[in-house]
């Protein structure tokens, strides 16, 4: 059990903490969303209430550096867990400098496995993941030192299954990667070593659902990379251009699958025999697709045909469910956190998304389990199935409805939830479409905030990153809002490098509470401030609480 707070009793209602995913401190008012949305009640509550801001990139939620932008996953992470862990970006980049991965047993068992293969054929060596620089799910420099290693370890054959990103990088940079690459592996490619990318297609489209959201796009990564079933050209190049011209507009993140073919015959199928890394590090877009690698009896799509292969992942990617079995680099050891504290406290908690960030407040703020710990209550809203830019206003009632309704059932001490607009729709690089997803946002908390004050309670508001604050690319050099010759700016579908915002909305304590504007405040301190909030000690593991008590 957590110890009692002795400088403030706790409040007599709940703690709410409410996640306005992908809203970041705008730095220029040109391209920000944020700025243009009307929002009276975050007006409101940034004029009128405590407010400080955090840090929400780079090291501060444990990325390799700072030049790192914030995501997801690390964000609700150090929220979750209170503590900053070194996250996948840097657990796996340190592994391949000190060379530790190599003398792994998975990467032995993989570079065995391709080449025994079947049959007495020796088999070949597979990478199925996101093929950018991004760092969020993944990094083409984990790639390259693979495929250089394979190569020194005698595997024969590799061919690259190359998801296009558009979404963590520049929306439209597929080639800035693409085509260095294969001038790379035909580079390196010699008589007994031949290297190729065989497939991919937009990350979108194929292969990265989360969350059980939509398993046919996972059905259609099979059949592009395991069955080789898709238009066919030369090169993943040729490919990119093909489909670019076939579908004026569309940005790499959702441009159809494509498979690489010789003679009408496509070079790289999966077969019995042959090696599979997914070389993504992080798990909510892995773990359906690995699923349909390893689960012997799976029905989620008829994969046709089971290759038998030795599969790993770059990590482990769910800790509960010990998915895959077989991973390269060891996942961080997230332990105590702020659920797991609050529920051995013997308080009742509740958690709320809709589906496409409900394992953001489930599984990511509980360090990447995916079990619930005794007294959490988790409610799920089914998310629309289509390109959010059309629905802007995404599920933000639905979930308002969910939380009155948790709170008004007095059931609940604890209540966390996650707006998903702001970044979702930011992600679309749709200027227009994340005004309205700020607005919708701001809508929701104008109906939430009375029901807690009729609850008596509190609320923290953050976020766990910034996106809709930053709609335009900046330039490199001058980091301002950058122009285009005809004098328009290039829409900008990624993440920030942006602060964020935490407010304590409290109308119960007559203004003995307040935020303290520490310089190094960033999302993990959130955890302690809850507990202090809840009238409870921190945890000693946790970073600091950012609660003032006057
Ligand atoms: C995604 O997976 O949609 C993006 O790569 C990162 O977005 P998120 O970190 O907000 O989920
Ligand atoms: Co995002």
Redo the contacts with the bound molecule.
């Keep these: 059990m957590l110890q009692k707070f002795p400088a403030f009793a706790g409040v007599q209602g709940p703690v709410v903490v409410i996640v306005m995913?992908?809203y970041g401190i705008p730095r220029h008012e040109v391209g920000s969303a944020i700025d243009a949305a009307r929002k009276p009640t975050l007006d409101r509550l940034f004029a009128q209430y405590p407010n400080i801001v955090l840090r929400a990139h780079g090291t501060a939620v444990g990325m390799p550096s700072d030049d790192d932008m914030?995501?997801?996953?690390?964000?609700h992470n150090a929220i979750g867990a209170g503590q900053v862990y070194a996250q996948g970006a840097a657990l796996v980049a340190n592994a391949i400098a000190e060379g530790a991965i190599w003398q792994g047993e998975a990467w032995q068992q993989i570079v065995a496995g391709a080449k025994t293969g079947a049959n007495g054929k020796a088999g070949v060596l597979h990478f199925i993941g996101?093929f950018s620089d991004?760092n969020?799910?993944s990094h083409i420099d984990h790639l390259k030192a693979m495929v250089l290693r394979a190569k020194e370890e005698g595997v024969p054959t590799v061919r690259i299954h190359a998801l296009l990103?558009g979404?963590?990088v520049p929306e439209t940079s597929a080639l800035d990667y693409v085509v260095p690459f294969e001038a790379f592996l035909k580079d390196i490619s010699t008589a007994g070593f031949d290297a190729r990318i065989a497939s991919g297609g937009g990350?979108?489209t194929i292969t990265?659902d989360?969350y059980d959201a939509n398993w046919p796009m996972v059905a259609r990564g099979w059949r592009t990379h395991v069955l080789g079933e898709g238009p066919q050209f030369a090169s993943a190049t040729d490919a990119v251009h093909g489909l670019r011209e076939k579908h004026p507009g569309t940005i790499d993140q959702d441009l159809p699958e494509f498979i690489v073919a010789e003679d009408g015959r496509p070079i790289g199928t999966i077969e019995d025999g042959d090696a599979v890394v997914f070389y993504n590090f992080?798990g909510?877009?892995a773990i359906e697709i690995t699923r349909a690698f390893v689960e012997e009896h799976f029905t989620a799509f008829d994969r046709v045909r089971h290759p038998r292969t030795t599969y790993a992942g770059m990590l482990q990617y769910d800790g509960d469910l010990q998915l895959p079995k077989r991973f390269l680099v060891a996942p961080p050891a997230i332990k105590d956190t702020s659920s797991e504290w609050f529920s051995k406290s013997g308080l009742a908690q509740f958690a709320c998304s809709e589906t496409?960030?409900f394992g953001?407040v489930t599984y990511f703020w509980n360090g990447n389990r995916s079990n619930k710990f005794d007294g959490e209550t988790w409610q799920e809203v089914p998310s629309d199935v289509v390109p959010f830019e059309q629905r802007p206003w995404m599920k933000a009632a639905e979930i308002t409805d969910a939380m009155i309704a948790a709170l008004q059932s007095g059931r609940f001490k604890v209540l966390r939830c996650n707006y998903a607009n702001g970044?979702?729709v930011g992600?679309t690089g749709n200027f227009r479409a994340a005004t309205m997803a700020i607005e919708a946002v701001d809508l929701a908390l104008a109906r939430l905030l009375p029901a807690i004050d009729a609850a008596g309670g509190v609320a923290l508001i953050t976020a766990?990153?910034g996106?809709a604050d930053e709609m335009f690319e900046l330039d490199k050099k001058t980091r301002q809002p950058a122009q285009n010759k005809d004098g328009s700016y290039k829409a900008k579908t990624?993440?920030t490098l942006n602060p964020v915002p935490l407010i304590l909305y409290d109308n119960v304590s007559g203004g003995k509470l307040g935020l303290k504007p520490l310089e190094t405040a960033g999302l993990s301190n959130i955890a302690a401030t809850v507990a202090n909030l809840l009238g409870l000690h921190k945890h000693d593991k946790w970073d600091d609480s950012l609660l003032e008590v006057k």
């Design positions: 995913d992908g914030g995501n997801s996953e690390v964000g996101l991004g969020v799910h990103d979404r963590d990350r979108q990265m989360r992080r909510d877009r496409q960030k953001h970044d979702m992600h766990d990153h996106n990624a993440h």
